[in-house]
């Protein structure tokens, strides 16, 4: 499980640029080594950072039972303000923020769309939606930012992306009691959800609400359109070619696929990221075959496929190239990747 997030996070960080396509494997060979020291060590949060061991645990509880404290609004106490962030972690400030460093391109689409973007002091490579993003300071990228360079901006609070950041990094930043909001998203549902505790935390409720309520508006529309489909195709989603990965039952890519009214062909797979091999996709003959890949190359991937003939996918050329970077960013955009691709599926 390790191993396959971790590297599924590098490998879609790493398609969202042509120039990162060469560097794919080894930021995913260091994004598992890293992974793998972090669970070897016990990590305690630092006081005043995200909580304590005890607290992430609870927080684990809350997301397995569906805990209303997850989206419970700020506290006020005697230190500051307490907000809830994505895992259930209470983040204690000493007031709102005004100062926020992103280190997950998703996190600084979703800072913007909850009406935070102009406290935005820092972020990380590829945090290029909106379009005002693209003139923050980059500090780095989501596997590995410069440590000395965050704390010395002084930032009200970090935004980290939970389960793609390097957990090395994460935890050194506890260790020197910077603060942590973790933006996690397991499910499109979830960016309602996530855009509204990040209302809270900057104060901006009324924006993050029109906001979420957009999203929710349009996931309902594409449900209606699609996801009600009597028959649900198979597809294989590819989002890297050698080595072959796809993703399982609880990314949510596979999300995207059930309201485009199709089925991943490996969503019974518990892992996000897994790892397989050609003969597996023969063996689960998918109908349709997706290529998820970098611009420029998404072509060549799903051109691939053509010699193993005796796939439903190639004998009834439903090979489908998609480049819309926006549906690994884990923002709000990727409701209109989501889009795009069911109306790529239902072209052909």
């Given at each position: 499980?390790?191993?396959?997030?971790?590297?599924?996070?590098?490998?879609?960080?790493?398609?969202?640029?042509?120039?990162?396509?060469?560097?794919?494997?080894?930021?995913?060979?260091?994004?598992?080594?890293?992974?793998?020291?972090?669970?070897?060590?016990?990590?305690?949060?630092?006081?005043?950072?995200?909580?304590?061991?005890?607290?992430?645990?609870?927080?684990?509880?809350?997301?397995?039972?569906?805990?209303?404290?997850?989206?419970?609004?700020?506290?006020?106490?005697?230190?500051?303000?307490?907000?809830?962030?994505?895992?259930?972690?209470?983040?204690?400030?000493?007031?709102?923020?005004?100062?926020?460093?992103?280190?997950?391109?998703?996190?600084?689409?979703?800072?913007?769309?909850?009406?935070?973007?102009?406290?935005?002091?820092?972020?990380?490579?590829?945090?290029?939606?909106?379009?005002?993003?693209?003139?923050?300071?980059?500090?780095?990228?989501?596997?590995?930012?410069?440590?000395?360079?965050?704390?010395?901006?002084?930032?009200?609070?970090?935004?980290?992306?939970?389960?793609?950041?390097?957990?090395?990094?994460?935890?050194?930043?506890?260790?020197?009691?910077?603060?942590?909001?973790?933006?996690?998203?397991?499910?499109?549902?979830?960016?309602?959800?996530?855009?509204?505790?990040?209302?809270?935390?900057?104060?901006?409720?009324?924006?993050?609400?029109?906001?979420?309520?957009?999203?929710?508006?349009?996931?309902?529309?594409?449900?209606?359109r699609y996801g009600q489909a009597v028959k649900?195709?198979?597809?294989?989603?590819?989002?890297?070619?050698?080595?072959?990965?796809?993703?399982?039952?609880?990314?949510?890519?596979?999300?995207?696929?059930?309201?485009?009214?199709?089925?991943?062909?490996?969503?019974?797979?518990?892992?996000?990221?897994?790892?397989?091999?050609?003969?597996?996709?023969?063996?689960?003959?998918?109908?349709?075959?997706?290529?998820?890949?970098?611009?420029?190359?998404?072509?060549?991937?799903?051109?691939?496929?053509?010699?193993?003939?005796?796939?439903?996918?190639?004998?009834?050329?439903?090979?489908?190239?998609?480049?819309?970077?926006?549906?690994?960013?884990?923002?709000?955009?990727?409701?209109?990747?989501?889009?795009?691709?069911?109306?790529?599926?239902?072209?052909?």
């Amino acid at each position: 499980m390790i191993r396959s997030f971790a590297v599924l996070a590098a490998l879609l960080a790493a398609a969202l640029s042509p120039a990162t396509v060469a560097a794919a494997t080894a930021t995913a060979a260091t994004a598992t080594a890293t992974a793998a020291t972090a669970a070897a060590s016990t990590a305690v949060a630092a006081p005043g950072g995200a909580g304590t061991a005890a607290t992430a645990s609870a927080a684990e509880g809350a997301r397995a039972t569906g805990d209303a404290s997850v989206d419970a609004p700020a506290r006020a106490v005697a230190s500051g303000l307490t907000v809830v962030d994505d895992t259930g972690r209470d983040v204690t400030l000493p007031r709102i923020p005004q100062r926020i460093v992103s280190i997950a391109p998703g996190a600084t689409e979703m800072l913007f769309a909850a009406g935070a973007g102009s406290r935005v002091i820092a972020t990380v490579e590829f945090s290029d939606e909106p379009a005002e993003a693209k003139k923050i300071p980059r500090i780095g990228d989501s596997n590995a930012v410069d440590i000395e360079r965050v704390v010395a901006l002084r930032p009200d609070v970090v935004v980290v992306w939970e389960g793609g950041n390097n957990v090395a990094q994460i935890n050194r930043l506890e260790t020197l009691k910077v603060p942590l909001y973790r933006h996690h998203l397991s499910r499109l549902s979830d960016i309602p959800k996530s855009l509204r505790r990040l209302g809270v935390l900057a104060g901006t409720q009324s924006i993050a609400e029109k906001a979420a309520r957009d999203v929710e508006t349009r996931l309902d529309a594409l449900q209606k359109r699609y996801g009600q489909a009597v028959k649900k195709p198979t597809v294989f989603l590819e989002v890297w070619n050698r080595p072959l990965y796809t993703v399982g039952g609880s990314q949510m890519l596979t999300d995207a696929l059930h309201l485009c009214g199709t089925r991943n062909v490996f969503e019974d797979l518990k892992e996000q990221g897994p790892s397989v091999d050609t003969e597996a996709v023969i063996a689960r003959d998918p109908e349709i075959i997706v290529a998820v890949a970098p611009p420029g190359t998404a072509q060549e991937w799903a051109a691939e496929w053509k010699r193993f003939g005796t796939l439903r996918a190639v004998r009834d050329d439903r090979l489908i190239p998609f480049e819309d970077r926006r549906l690994t960013l884990l923002g709000p955009s990727v409701v209109d990747a989501t889009e795009a691709l069911c109306e790529a599926i239902h072209r052909k």
